[in-house]
């Protein structure tokens, strides 16, 4: 049942509507130049699991921020990984890479010592190649839709261009973290940026607040439905105006106190809950992750270096300010994330099934795997039904393994209706109209797409 499943939704385009990957590769159509670049030196998997077996991020490539030394020669870094694959046995790692090797590099022997310059020769030969260029694996995908992650003060000249001269749709999202997080080392900066780009005083709370509703309508402009917010928490939080205005001007004054910072970010998840009733772009949260853990790393390296670990999470009395604000309004998507899968039947599957605003996000980060998959439909479908979750988001930088995600995708979600049909929960007709809703279709809707 699972595989006769799977037949009907394996071709199928693909619809991402939210990741990570870089709107120039498709603006400039540029070759990627070569496989350690593509594929190792951006991923936080591999750096993690690598730094974890006491091997130096130095290296795989990875720059230190005092610009000191560091492996730049690519093909002893391929042959460095090569050597040490087998760490990722098991995980979705694997999958993923393999998936990339055997399906869009055509190579078939086993990535080891022994091939890894078969493989670099290989794979930096085609990467040359015109059928390699970004828009060419584009089609060749069978994307339909890609969402990319921008900052608030980006200018979009990317997606300009690619509006222009390609048909490919590439879209914006609005990630306005660093000029919400006050703790962030570019949140002075983001204000200044936001005054300069929309004429507002973005160092007054009336400012501010026009900044990024003018934003986030030259996002919408551009092609965006979806904003993003990465928060430690998901905590929400409404104040008068009186409170915002001082609030607001103490967390510009040195000596922060993170506490207010905290307020800070809680007040602003409900004010941009309220711009989405007005601009209709769908609002995503992600949180639950402390980020950057590693101090060490961190100092050295730089942000999203592999160092995030997920943490415990309480959702029902956080999001209180905000679904008392726009929670009952059907106008409103908010989708969301967690990397707390304790939450998914005490609470999250819960809220989801009772406000018409709410959706589930996907499994994410850690849980984006097949039996982190399979976890989150037995913790959530009973309660909050499949309509109430958005489909599959694979939110990666990793442009090439986005076929390999949506793939595993609908396999453990075709494995999932097929067991439902064993046991008489469903029927086999009902199994075949929600697996293409799994792939594609509540992506489409809950996106706005």
């Not at 310059?117 to 584009?138: G, H, I, T, V």
């Not at 749709?169 to 997080?181: E, H, K, L």
């Not at 160092?203 to 986030?216: D, I, M, P």
């Not at 998914?344 to 018409?356: D, F, K, N, T, V």
Request: proline share 5%; net charge neutral; with cysteine.
């Amino acid at each position: 049942m699972a595989r006769r499943l799977y037949s009907t939704v394996s071709a199928l385009p693909i619809v991402s509507p939210h990741g990570h990957t870089d709107p120039e590769w498709f603006a400039s159509n540029a070759a990627f130049t070569d496989p350690v670049s593509l594929l190792i030196t951006p991923d936080h998997y591999v750096l993690r699991m690598f730094y974890s077996q006491g091997i130096p991020m130095e290296s795989l490539g990875v720059a230190p921020l005092d610009g000191s030394a560091h492996e730049k020669d690519a093909r002893k870094i391929w042959r460095l990984f090569a050597s040490n694959f087998h760490l990722f046995r098991g995980t979705p790692s694997a999958i993923w890479m393999k998936h990339v090797f055997h399906e869009i590099f055509g190579l078939e022997k086993p990535l080891a010592s022994e091939t890894a310059d078969l493989y670099f020769d290989s794979m930096s030969e085609k990467l040359r190649s015109a059928a390699f260029a970004p828009r060419a694996l584009f089609e060749r995908f069978g994307i339909e839709v890609l969402a990319t992650t921008d900052a608030a003060t980006d200018s979009l000249e990317a997606h300009a261009k690619i509006k222009k001269d390609w048909t490919g749709r590439v879209i914006p999202t609005y990630r306005p973290d660093a000029a919400v997080d006050p703790e962030h080392e570019s949140f002075q900066w983001s204000l200044d940026e936001l005054t300069r780009l929309t004429g507002e005083d973005a160092r007054t709370w009336s400012g501010y607040l026009r900044a990024h509703a003018k934003r986030r309508l030259f996002f919408k402009s551009m092609g965006a439905t979806a904003t993003d917010h990465g928060h430690p928490s998901a905590l929400t939080f409404d104040l008068d105006r009186s409170q915002c205005e001082s609030l607001f001007g103490r967390i510009q004054k040195p000596n922060l106190d993170p506490n207010e910072a905290e307020l800070f970010r809680a007040l602003m998840l409900v004010k941009f809950a309220e711009m989405s009733l007005d601009d209709g772009l769908v609002m995503q949260i992600h949180a639950g992750s402390a980020r950057n853990h590693n101090g060490l790393v961190t100092r050295k390296f730089g942000r999203d270096k592999g160092a995030d670990i997920p943490i415990a999470m309480e959702y029902a009395r956080s999001l209180q300010a905000l679904l008392n604000r726009v929670g009952n309004d059907p106008r409103a998507t908010i989708i969301l994330f967690t990397l707390d899968e304790s939450t998914y039947a005490r609470e999250l599957a819960p809220l989801a099934g009772h406000y018409p605003a709410l959706r589930l996000g996907a499994p994410w980060w850690f849980h984006d795997s097949p039996e982190g998959m399979i976890r989150y439909r037995r913790r959530v479908t009973e309660t909050a039904g499949f309509a109430n979750t958005c489909g599959f988001v694979d939110d990666t930088r990793a442009f090439f393994s986005i076929p390999a995600r949506h793939d595993v995708s609908r396999r453990m979600d075709c494995r999932f209706l097929a067991e439902l049909v064993g046991e008489h929960r469903l029927t086999e007709t009902e199994a075949f109209e929600l697996a293409p809703e799994l792939a594609i279709g509540l992506a489409r809707k809950a996106y706005k797409l």
